[in-house]
């Protein structure tokens, strides 16, 4: 009979990890939680990329949630409005550990509503031994629009290759990639006051570029996303793309590549990128919100994070002890921290599939000449209003 009563005396907080397999490392982190937290068991589930947004969000929806989840941070602005999930609130200290604006991807209304747990930043990969077919300095990549179109014409012009690589698939990163050059000329689609702000001359100016960048890009970019990109690159059919820390290690071993911050527009104060993270969400419902969120903040401290990151290969949330020394090991690390610091975050909205599509309508518009950067970007900015 004992057995049976501890059973019934012990609470299951249940977990949802997208992808193949537990993140390395969470296996010995949850057994650790378990053991400070006696009474309380955790019990984790497995759902690949395609599915896990989905079942997380019917669960939820239908009243029988999870008690804590692996969310991207876009969505939870829509998870709080519809009372799903509860607040992350974060002390001053806490806020102060992580890198500038790392926060704001999971604030809404002044309040947290995730752990940040994955964070990305782009940089710029450039395929040197094309840089010197084309007679370019192959030790000196662009540093600002305007030179980043001039190489990727020489380029174009030189070589067999394009000189940059663009993206304006039917797909999520199409925006991203535009956020980027937001990001990198000092433009914000909405403003501390959660106001649109997409239809500014910063934004303009980064879309016209954007729509120039054809001149000198592969064929058809609107068949083309950022990880096809990288295949082109790889294949040295394109001289340069905005991409992520990861692919680092996905490069060929033969390829002549460096890597180097965003290009800069003309309005930038410094570099620039735009700043994705993935959190862990804590649904509403469970009764055990409390240790739900204590769970998260012990799978995401400063120690657990770090490795987490380094086993991942992806930015780090915070200048912890051992990022200097990863970027003194690895220089190729440094551009994707450089941009944080003028970086913006992926915006909060309400239907943030609405918002999405809208973005890449827009791109996808300016791209192919159907609109003028002018018309696309007043669209847009009255269309995304509604999606607040």
Not at 6 to 26: H, N, P, S
Not at 154 to 168: C, D, H, N
């Amino acid at each position: 009979m004992a057995p049976m009563a501890m059973a019934q005396d012990e609470t299951t907080v249940t977990m949802i990890q997208c992808g193949d397999a537990l993140a390395e490392g969470y296996d010995g982190f949850i057994k650790e939680w378990e053991e400070n937290n006696p009474g309380y068991k955790v019990d984790v589930e497995i759902i690949g990329w395609s599915q896990c947004q989905e079942k997380i969000t019917t669960l939820a929806a239908a009243g029988t949630p999870v008690g804590l989840a692996y969310v991207g941070s876009r969505t939870l602005k829509q998870f709080a409005e519809n009372d799903l999930i509860v607040p992350v609130p974060m002390s001053e200290e806490e806020k102060a550990s992580y890198y500038p604006n790392i926060v704001s991807t999971v604030t809404y209304d002044g309040t947290q509503w995730g752990v940040p747990v994955a964070f990305s930043t782009k940089a710029l990969y450039w395929n040197k031994d094309l840089f010197e077919e084309a007679g370019l300095d192959p030790e000196t990549p662009p540093k600002t629009w305007q030179e980043l179109y001039d190489m990727a014409a020489t380029i174009t012009e030189k070589t067999a290759a394009a000189g940059y690589g663009l993206s304006a698939k039917t797909f999520d990163n199409t925006m991203h990639q535009y956020l980027h050059w937001v990001y990198t000329n000092n433009g914000k689609v909405t403003d501390e006051n959660d106001e649109i702000v997409l239809d500014s001359p910063q934004n303009l100016e980064a879309l016209t570029w954007y729509g120039k960048m054809v001149d000198v890009a592969q064929e058809g970019p609107t068949a083309y996303e950022q990880d096809d990109l990288t295949a082109l690159f790889n294949d040295s059919k394109v001289a340069m793309i905005q991409q992520g820390p990861w692919v680092r290690v996905r490069l060929d071993e033969g390829l002549n590549w460096d890597v180097a911050p965003l290009p800069l527009g003309p309005q930038a104060e410094g570099p620039g990128t735009l700043l994705i993270t993935d959190s862990l969400a804590v649904f509403k419902g469970t009764g055990y919100e409390e240790q739900a969120i204590d769970l998260a903040k012990w799978l995401t401290n400063p120690e657990h994070q770090f490795f987490y990151e380094k086993t991942h290969g992806l930015t780090p949330l915070r200048p912890v002890a051992g990022v200097e020394e990863m970027v003194a090991e690895d220089p190729t690390w440094g551009p994707f921290l450089d941009g944080i610091s003028h970086g913006g975050p992926e915006p909060l909205f309400t239907d943030y599939k609405a918002f999405q599509n809208a973005m890449i309508d827009m791109v996808q518009a300016v791209v192919t000449g159907n609109k003028s950067p002018e018309d696309a970007l007043k669209d847009t900015a009255e269309e995304i209003d509604a999606y607040k």
